[in-house]
């Protein structure tokens, strides 16, 4: 904790992986797993530990840490995952009859917006009483009807259903053509100024990131930073790795089974439109990423 923390310049010059590091070495919670801060441990294994909340809300309040660090849940490894949570009902029950109380309340905050307020993901378990002076978790009717959240779902539903092919592996990520880069580009100001002024730290993102990698799949990222430093992105035929395709001026896909790049040629000679929303739905999901 003594070591000088980054200036603000620093920080943002940092790669991703930089930054969880950073995240972990400040983890307040990883130091206690490390034995470095003292703690009042009530369970612990290969995989996780339990320990009192120093602030607790009733008496006996314990959180169960998976051991290796993660921000959120969706950040712990599937098998850590499992492990914490086949856990949770005995550790739940055996909070229950060492106090004893009634019940308990198992929360989680995931994610700061959702109420989370520590850097490392926790489950609280809260021992509960009928006089214990605690409100329930309140989930106020807010009078929204169930409708309401169809348009939304109608508009999501074809991206979400492609997230899920192409996990799956059934469908392969098509790689954008120059064009729909050079749009994401015009309309992502930060994205572009993370090229020009960083192409270190996109490289490194790409490397996490599946999506970056498929947008700049085949591009010179140092090439396209001093392109972008000096011209438009829609200049962006010389930026490729490797040679560009002669016809058509669009990027191999990658990935693609013999079916899907011959409906790829076919594609060609589809209306604009057609092209129009994939860009979008790549644009979307760059704007995402960046705007945290
Ligand atoms: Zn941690």
């Known amino acids: 904790m003594s070591e000088t923390q980054p200036t603000e310049e620093e920080l943002k010059n940092m790669s991703p992986?930089?930054?969880?590091?950073?995240?972990?070495k400040n983890c307040v919670f990883c130091r206690i797993i490390k034995g470095e801060?003292?703690?009042?441990k009530v369970y612990e294994d290969s995989t996780m530990i339990g320990i009192l909340d120093i602030y607790p809300s009733t008496k006996g309040h314990v959180i169960l840490l998976p051991k290796e660090h993660a921000p959120i849940m969706p950040l712990i490894p599937p098998d850590v995952f499992k492990h914490l949570f086949s856990k949770i009902k005995y550790l739940a029950k055996g909070v229950k009859d060492a106090l004893p109380s009634e019940r308990s309340t198992i929360f989680i905050a995931n994610g700061g917006v959702a109420?989370?307020?520590s850097?490392?993901?926790?489950?609280?378990?809260?021992p509960r009483n009928s006089d214990d002076g605690l409100t329930n978790f309140d989930v106020p009717k807010?009078?929204?009807s169930q409708e309401d959240i169809?348009?939304?779902?109608?508009?999501?539903?074809?991206?979400?259903?492609?997230?899920?092919?192409?996990?799956?592996?059934?469908?392969?990520?098509?790689?954008?053509?120059?064009?729909?880069l050079a749009e994401v580009l015009d309309q992502n100001q930060q994205l572009r100024d993370m090229i020009i002024n960083n192409p270190d730290q996109v490289k490194a993102a790409m490397e996490t990131n599946p999506q970056l990698k498929v947008l700049f799949?085949?591009?010179?990222?140092?090439k396209l930073s001093v392109k972008l430093k000096t011209g438009h992105s829609s200049e962006l035929e010389q930026v490729s790795a490797e040679p560009a395709p002669t016809e058509g001026g669009e990027a191999s896909p990658v990935d693609n089974k013999e079916e899907e790049t011959k409906e790829e040629?076919?594609?060609?000679?589809?209306?604009?439109?057609?092209?129009?929303e994939d860009h979008h739905s790549l644009l979307d999901k760059v704007t995402h990423m960046f705007s945290k």
């Open 17 to 24: 992986e930089e930054l969880a590091e950073l995240q972990k």
């Open 37 to 40: 801060v003292p703690t009042h």
């Open 115 to 117: 109420g989370q307020q």
């Open 119 to 126: 850097p490392h993901f926790l489950v609280h378990v809260v």
């Open 142 to 144: 807010k009078g929204i």
């Open 150 to 180: 169809f348009p939304t779902l109608k508009m999501n539903l074809t991206k979400m259903m492609q997230s899920h092919l192409q996990r799956e592996g059934k469908i392969a990520i098509q790689t954008p053509s120059k064009d729909q």
């Open 217 to 222: 799949n085949g591009i010179d990222i140092d």
């Open 265 to 276: 040629s076919k594609k060609e000679e589809k209306p604009k439109q057609d092209k129009k």
